[in-house]
C-alpha cells in the first residue's frame, strides 16, 4: 500500500517543487512543509506514535471511518474508533497546553 501510495504522490510532488508554484489552480497553498525546516524531535515523535498506533490497530485513521459504517457493532471497530478520539483529545489538549501563554512546551531540536 505504502509503495502504490508513493508511486502516485511521489511524481506530483516533484512537478509541485520544480514548477516553482505556491499555489493550486483554485487558488489555495499545497500545505507542503518549507524545505529549510529541520526534522525535528516533535516530528519523530509524531510519526513514531501515529506508526505504533496505526502497527497496533491494523487500520489507518481515513478507512477507520469506512469499517465504522460497515461494521458499527465491531468491538475491534468501536475500541479502535474510541482510541483515535482519545488520542485526538490528547493532541487538542495538549496545543491548548502549550498555547496558553503560560506553559513551554516546545521540544528543542
Known amino acids: 500500500v505504502m509503495g502504490g501510495g508513493l508511486l502516485i504522490t511521489m511524481p506530483f510532488f516533484q512537478t509541485i517543487a520544480c514548477s516553482g508554484r505556491d499555489r493550486a489552480l483554485l487558488g489555495d497553498d499545497f500545505g507542503l512543509p518549507p524545505l529549510t525546516k529541520p526534522v525535528d524531535r516533535n516530528l519523530v515523535l509524531g510519526a513514531?506514535?501515529?506508526?505504533?498506533?496505526?502497527?497496533?490497530?491494523?487500520?489507518?485513521?481515513?478507512?477507520?471511518?469506512?469499517?465504522?459504517?460497515?461494521?458499527?457493532?465491531?468491538?475491534?471497530?468501536?475500541?479502535?474508533?474510541?482510541?483515535?478520539?482519545?488520542?485526538?483529545?490528547?493532541?487538542?489538549?495538549?496545543?491548548?497546553?502549550?498555547?496558553?501563554?503560560?506553559?513551554?512546551?516546545?521540544v528543542a531540536a
Open 48 to 106: 513514531a506514535l501515529f506508526g505504533v498506533g496505526w502497527g497496533t490497530c491494523g487500520v489507518c485513521p481515513g478507512p477507520l471511518l469506512v469499517l465504522l459504517g460497515a461494521y458499527p457493532f465491531s468491538l475491534e471497530v468501536l475500541t479502535t474508533f474510541f482510541g483515535l478520539l482519545v488520542g485526538m483529545g490528547m493532541w487538542i489538549g495538549y496545543e491548548r497546553l502549550c498555547n496558553d501563554g503560560r506553559s513551554t512546551c516546545a
